[in-house]
């Protein structure tokens, strides 16, 4: 399940550029319009955070994600704004009922084991964000158009869960516990904090790595995925290792070296605007926000004040409004100034995971 949703998101991110070009869309009216998936995600909140405990978040995912998939076909099929715009609305909006739902599952697998394991989880999700930036390449390679390519992920996702669903756990009775909602307290809002800074650059990568190699680096086009494919291939890999970093170094210790490479790279790829400088600077960031989020949530999922389902639904929306809101952020300051200001402020980020992650007691 998490294969299935980093695939389905990576394959919106990596048709990004070319529906951009086949509306006719500015840097600034595709930042504004990138908007409408931080608003669907925020209307979801609701919704989420209250069928989630009257169903469980193994029925929740299995309506979920097909339908995740059905809003991204729908991005492909859109011929006008209008419909770019509601069909990103949907995809918002079902995406955060994935996220709650498929990191409620995690957590509860995780619990089986005696050692973390939640970073592998989303090492998957990266290793399928990898894939679908690879398909993404083959396709525009090819020519094929964003709905054809876009209803063959539907494809596989629907035979996917079909095949997954009867291994998820049925935690409907044991998710109702506790309140629907509650404000988060310090130690969860710290760890959402922490999220949104680091999700902040992560979706400024997912959205914008090709448009800033093909805009700012000038990469050919065999080349301009390059950086989005290095960001995703070390931010994959680095999740695999995440666990074992985080038992023997500590949670704040990770937290400290994954801010401080986030910033570092997205530095480098500022001041050094060139093919391989910009590609090297990409893996750093990928390293850097690898480990972030799943320790996040894992922590957040063993919350004693909210029970699991709905400590994850609080700090993962924090989080993913940073993801979703640093993509058209991004575009405002791009169309005011350049890429190259706004990826300077997506790094000052790396820097406030390194300065909350410090001053919180983790």
Not at 178 to 203: Q, T, Y
Request: net charge positive.
């Amino acid at each position: 399940m998490f294969f299935l949703a980093g695939l389905t998101f990576a394959s919106w991110a990596s048709r990004i550029a070319g529906i951009q070009q086949k509306l006719g869309l500015s840097d600034t009216a595709l930042g504004g319009i990138l908007f409408t998936l931080p608003v669907g995600l925020m209307l979801s909140l609701p919704f989420s955070g209250w069928i989630i405990t009257r169903i469980g978040s193994r029925k929740l995912l299995l309506f979920a994600l097909p339908l995740y998939a059905v809003a991204l076909a729908g991005l492909g099929f859109s011929e006008t704004t209008l419909e770019l715009i509601a069909c990103l609305f949907c995809f918002g909006f079902t995406s955060n009922a994935v996220n709650i739902s498929v990191n409620t599952q995690a957590v509860g697998a995780e619990k089986l084991y005696s050692k973390p394991i939640m970073a592998s989880f989303h090492g998957l999700w990266s290793l399928a964000g990898f894939t679908g930036a690879a398909i993404g390449t083959l396709m525009i390679g090819k020519g094929i158009d964003p709905s054809v390519h876009f209803s063959l992920i539907l494809l596989l996702v629907i035979i996917g869960v079909a095949v997954a669903f009867r291994y998820l756990q049925d935690d409907a009775g044991t998710v109702q516990s506790g309140p629907v909602f509650v404000m988060p307290d310090k130690s969860l809002m710290k760890l959402g904090a922490v999220a949104f800074c680091s999700m902040i650059c992560e979706g400024a990568m997912f959205d914008w790595s090709v448009i800033y190699f093909k805009k700012v680096i000038h990469a050919e086009n065999a080349w301009m995925a390059a950086g989005y494919t290095a960001f995703m291939s070390t931010m994959a890999g680095g999740r695999f290792v995440a666990d074992w970093f985080s038992g023997r170094f500590g949670l704040k210790r990770t937290l400290q070296v994954s801010g401080s490479l986030t910033a570092t790279g997205l530095m480098i790829a500022v001041f050094f605007p060139y093919l391989i400088p910009a590609i090297c600077g990409f893996l750093l960031v990928g390293a850097g926000v690898s480990s972030v989020v799943p320790l996040v949530y894992s922590a957040a999922g063993r919350s004693k004040t909210m029970s699991t389902g709905v400590a994850i639904a609080a700090v993962s929306t924090i989080g993913f409004v940073g993801f979703l809101i640093g993509p058209p952020v991004i575009g405002f300051i791009a169309g005011a100034f350049s890429l190259r200001a706004s990826f300077t402020l997506i790094a000052a980020m790396g820097v406030c995971v390194v300065i909350v992650s410090t001053k919180a007691k983790l």
